[in-house]
């Protein structure tokens, strides 16, 4: 545990002046879809643990959503529960893990706390999946036992296609390397759908939330699909550290995707319009304009101005003099020091006033 403490973006909002323009935290700023509202108001009427596998009806609906089978689905705390319950089932001292650079900043201290080491992988132009790159990684890791790979991703909004997964699927399966696919915010996006792993190959664990595009954040509730026989330890794992997911929250997770047809296009209707917002201020007011649209995600890593060289220093200012939370590159990993991490998931009027403020810190 030395050296753990806050992560830099919850640090510097834990600093943050009254008023400011919360920019930093990649959490949708939409209410809870009513699906959701009406499933936790009922819930009372049965608060027992449930098993801990998670609710079967809960399962089941997460097996049809993605054509999976029950016995294939891992319902967990949480995706970041899922994530460490797969670390400390497979993961040990002297085990390497494939982590991207810049990436989630999760990924290493969770290896960390597996004691296992966290090996980074470069991203390809513009922050996706790069099968030569995430090879040229695993070719000088020989004790690498698990991957991770994120798309749409954080920080980037980068997204990876089909062929670049079954490569890169292709990489773990010939070395018997664990590949885990982080998919949170696959159903949030405003071009085409992105691209899951579970599209381009069988190998590897798909994760999810309901914390993304399902709009509750809060309920804490996630998912990992894949082989039963890589499930099977890290549920036993999730059994010991949490007993279960809360079953209030899974009922209300199970009428999220059981509503997912109405659910998801009206996120992804808020996300367009935070979108528009964002990059009507951008294109007006903020030096260079607005950059591409991500391939999903809520999320621009912009590049530092000019004589920048600390992404920490620079949302520590823009945080005191220009009132705005942004969250600084190097949280992600090194190939983040040179970007700071907005994120569009605010609201709309926000995302104006943050924009505003922070355009005369670019100008400098």
Not at 242 to 253: G, K, L, N
Request: glycine residues 12%.
């Amino acid at each position: 545990m030395e050296g753990l403490g806050l992560s830099p973006i919850r640090a510097i909002m834990a600093g943050a002046p009254p008023g400011a323009i919360p920019l930093g935290l990649g959490e949708p700023s939409w209410d809870l879809p009513e699906a959701g509202r009406l499933a936790l108001a009922g819930a009372g009427r049965d608060c027992s643990y449930g098993p801990n596998a998670g609710l079967e009806a809960l399962r089941k609906a997460l097996a049809d959503f993605y054509d999976a089978r029950p016995e294939e689905v891992m319902v967990a705390s949480g995706s970041q529960g899922a994530l460490y319950s797969l670390f400390q089932a497979w993961l040990g001292p002297g085990d390497e893990v494939l982590v991207p650079d810049p990436g989630f900043l999760s990924y290493p201290i969770l290896a960390r706390l597996a004691g296992a080491q966290a090996k980074a992988y470069a991203l390809g132009p513009g922050g996706g999946l790069d099968p030569g790159l995430f090879g040229l990684a695993l070719s000088t890791s020989p004790n690498a036992r698990m991957a991770v790979i994120n798309h749409p991703a954080n920080p980037t909004g980068a997204g990876a296609d089909p062929a670049s997964l079954l490569a890169v699927a292709r990489l773990c399966e010939e070395r018997g390397i664990i590949l885990v696919s982080d998919e949170v915010y696959r159903e949030l996006y405003l071009g085409p759908r992105p691209a899951s792993l579970r599209d381009a190959s069988a190998y590897g664990i798909v994760l999810s939330s309901a914390s993304k595009a399902w709009g509750g954040p809060g309920l804490r509730v996630g998912w990992a699909l894949g082989e039963p026989e890589i499930l099977a330890p890290a549920r036993l794992v999730h059994n010991y550290a949490v007993t279960a997911a809360s079953r209030p929250a899974q009922e209300a997770a199970l009428a999220l995707i059981e509503d997912s047809p109405r659910v998801l296009p009206q996120a992804r209707a808020g996300l367009g319009r935070r979108w528009e917002s964002l990059s009507r201020a951008m294109e007006e007011d903020f030096p260079g304009g607005c950059p591409r649209l991500p391939a999903g995600a809520f999320y621009l890593l912009l590049p530092l101005p000019e004589r920048e060289t600390d992404s920490l220093a620079f949302c520590l200012r823009a945080r005191d003099e220009a009132g705005v939370i942004l969250a600084p590159g190097s949280a992600f990993g090194p190939g983040g020091e040179a970007a700071v991490r907005l994120s569009y998931a605010a609201r709309a009027a926000e995302l104006r006033e943050g924009i505003a403020r922070l355009a005369p810190l670019w100008r400098k």
